[in-house]
């Protein structure tokens, strides 16, 4: 059974910074093709973010989110990060782990994933 569990949203100001952690069980993080990290505001769709993948260790932002938001990896602690700073009130949303167990592809569709965590809200005030 893999299971995902995200911890360390909370509320920040406008500017501030987050670190969100997504620990895995059942499984060596590594094992995962691809980690990624999705949103949802309220009344919106749930909308990609960022993603790593574990051949080439290679990382895929989305642009609203580029040079603000770092994923990265710790397989030893089967645990993904996502580092957020210079957060705005639009970045408000709850924050979803996702993880996908084959493909070398770029996937940034929610339908592309196989287990997903519960989320974690994430709330900027302005």
């Known amino acids: 059974q893999v299971q995902l569990a995200e911890s360390g949203g909370g509320l920040v100001q406008a500017g501030g910074s987050l670190r969100l952690s997504c620990a895995a069980s059942?499984?060596?993080?590594?094992?995962?093709?691809?980690m990624g990290w999705f949103r949802q505001a309220p009344g919106k769709e749930r909308e990609f973010v960022a993603l790593i993948k574990w051949i080439g260790v290679s990382t895929f932002y989305a642009d609203s989110v580029k040079g603000r938001l770092t994923i990265s990896a710790d397989n030893a602690k089967k645990t993904v990060y996502l580092q957020m700073n210079s957060l705005k009130p639009e970045d408000t949303a709850v924050y979803y782990c996702?993880?996908?167990?084959?493909?070398?592809?770029?996937?940034?569709?929610?339908?592309?994933?196989?287990?997903w965590g519960q989320g974690t809200q994430v709330t900027v005030s302005s």
């Open positions: 059942g499984r060596t993080v590594s094992n995962y093709r691809t």
């Open positions: 996702a993880a996908r167990t084959r493909g070398v592809g770029i996937y940034t569709s929610t339908s592309d994933y196989d287990y």
